[in-house]
């Protein structure tokens, strides 16, 4: 298993930049601590990630990815974690809708006397 955690640890290094994902974030999401994320990342003295761990860090890490895409174009605060895991588990149960409409911008005045 001592390949797999690797595997983690290298997805984590190469993509959390690339999302502009805090490693808090993830290490949050997946109920370990930041600490403990930062030092399997640096590899400060860990052999390998422990299972246990493996497996919350590949499960937080693919459901914030899901999120990530299922909300964009819209950009995602990756420091309210409360926002996120609601949203998260919220997609998982199929009750997020996110509608995103692209159209013409309206001008001003126009939207006044829509109000009236």
Same mark, same amino acid.
């Given at each position: 298993? =001592? +390949?797999?955690? #690797?595997?983690?640890?290298?997805? /984590?290094?190469?993509? $959390?930049? *690339? %999302?502009?994902?805090?490693? =808090?974030?993830?290490?949050? $999401?997946? +109920?370990?601590? +930041? +600490?403990?994320?930062?030092?399997?990342?640096? @590899?400060? @003295?860990?052999?390998?990630?422990?299972?246990?761990?493996? /497996?919350? #860090?590949? *499960?937080?890490?693919? &459901? #914030?990815?899901?999120?990530?895409? %299922? =909300?964009?174009?819209?950009? $995602?605060?990756?420091?309210? %974690? @409360?926002? /996120?895991?609601?949203?998260?588990?919220?997609?998982?149960? @199929?009750?997020?809708?996110?509608?995103? %409409?692209?159209? =013409?911008?309206?001008?001003?005045? #126009?939207?006044? &006397?829509? &109000?009236?």
């Amino acid at each position: 298993m =001592a +390949g797999a955690s #690797l595997d983690i640890v290298n997805v /984590l290094n190469r993509e $959390l930049p *690339n %999302f502009g994902v805090p490693a =808090a974030t993830v290490a949050r $999401l997946a +109920g370990i601590s +930041g +600490g403990r994320l930062s030092s399997y990342l640096n @590899g400060s @003295g860990v052999v390998r990630v422990p299972t246990s761990d493996e /497996l919350k #860090l590949r *499960n937080a890490w693919t &459901q #914030l990815k899901k999120l990530i895409h %299922f =909300a964009k174009p819209l950009p $995602l605060d990756y420091r309210k %974690f @409360g926002e /996120l895991d609601r949203s998260i588990k919220m997609m998982e149960e @199929g009750l997020l809708t996110i509608c995103v %409409f692209e159209s =013409a911008p309206v001008e001003p005045e #126009l939207e006044v &006397q829509r &109000q009236k």
